[in-house]
């Protein structure tokens, strides 16, 4: 079991540092990749004296400067953009990561009460006390996973909503938009969305999955030729491990690889309705 914790830590970390590098490298894309083009374009056009094209971070307006057309205006919103948007990334990679390492901890917290069990249930009579710690770490894990649920819930309610009605509007303009800069970025937009919610759905499904292997481990561990108070405490873990755990999105569904298999489809449904509107 040590050595369980020990090699999950250095996996949590690993994968931390590495998503922590690529949403750097992509808000750095995001960020500095419309300034370049948009020099290149205004250098090009002052040599050939043509028009030269600003290319904008998003579709957007900036307090009423002409952005499209001066240069001085596009770097007065150019040179705010960069910082705001290590920023934005600085903050939503902290909520990802928050979220993803607490759930990976509960689950991790399930998978010791199942080897537990099936270290401790291997001889009849099994050690009583060691039964006893079990159902208490047991009952301890189900608290972490009813804490964990009642703060990511509202959080995976909102990732939902907002996961359908971005990504069917980044669907919708990319049947219409032509390669650009600023295709670039919608696309580096889309799939940090769609990545961050697979991750949630993915997180979900393992925490749901290693909850309910506890049942397992007490069924395959010979439960019932156990002495009586041995058995009795085995049939409360039992019973317990039955309910299911996992994360919800606002206590209406949850949040697992099923899910998201519905949000895929939910959210193609609402792009086809918005492209026959259009």
Not at 58 to 80: K, N, T, W
Not at 105 to 115: D, S, W
Not at 203 to 231: D, H
Not at 263 to 273: A, G
Request: proline share 3%.
């Amino acid at each position: 079991m040590r050595q369980l914790l020990t090699s999950h830590h250095k996996r949590m970390h690993t994968w931390t540092r590495y998503y922590c590098l690529v949403i750097l490298y992509t808000v750095s894309i995001f960020a500095i990749a419309p300034i370049c083009a948009t020099f290149g374009s205004y250098i090009r056009a002052a040599h050939r004296n043509t028009t030269a094209q600003y290319v904008l971070h998003m579709e957007e307006d900036f307090y009423g400067l002409q952005i499209r057309s001066s240069l001085r205006s596009y770097l007065m919103f150019a040179i705010p953009m960069v910082p705001m948007s290590y920023i934005c990334a600085y903050v939503g990679c902290a909520k990802i990561m928050i979220v993803f390492n607490f759930t990976s901890y509960c689950t991790v917290y399930f998978r010791l009460v199942a080897l537990q069990l099936q270290y401790q249930t291997r001889t009849v009579p099994s050690d009583r006390d060691s039964i006893r710690t079990i159902v208490a770490i047991h009952q301890q894990a189900l608290c972490c996973a009813d804490l964990l649920e009642t703060i990511v819930s509202p959080i995976m309610l909102m990732q939902i909503v907002l996961c359908v009605l971005m990504s069917s509007s980044m669907v919708l303009y990319f049947t219409f938009a032509t390669m650009s800069g600023h295709m670039i970025n919608v696309l580096l937009l889309f799939l940090v969305v769609s990545t961050e919610t697979f991750g949630y759905c993915y997180l979900g499904t393992q925490l749901s999955m290693e909850s309910a292997r506890i049942a397992y481990a007490v069924y395959n561990g010979k439960w019932e030729q156990q002495p009586t108070e041995i058995a009795k405490h085995l049939q409360l873990i039992l019973l317990r491990a039955q309910k299911p755990i996992g994360i919800t999105a606002g206590k209406f569904c949850f949040i697992n690889m099923e899910q998201f298999a519905k949000l895929l489809k939910t959210t193609y449904s609402v792009f086809i309705l918005l492209r026959d509107l259009l």
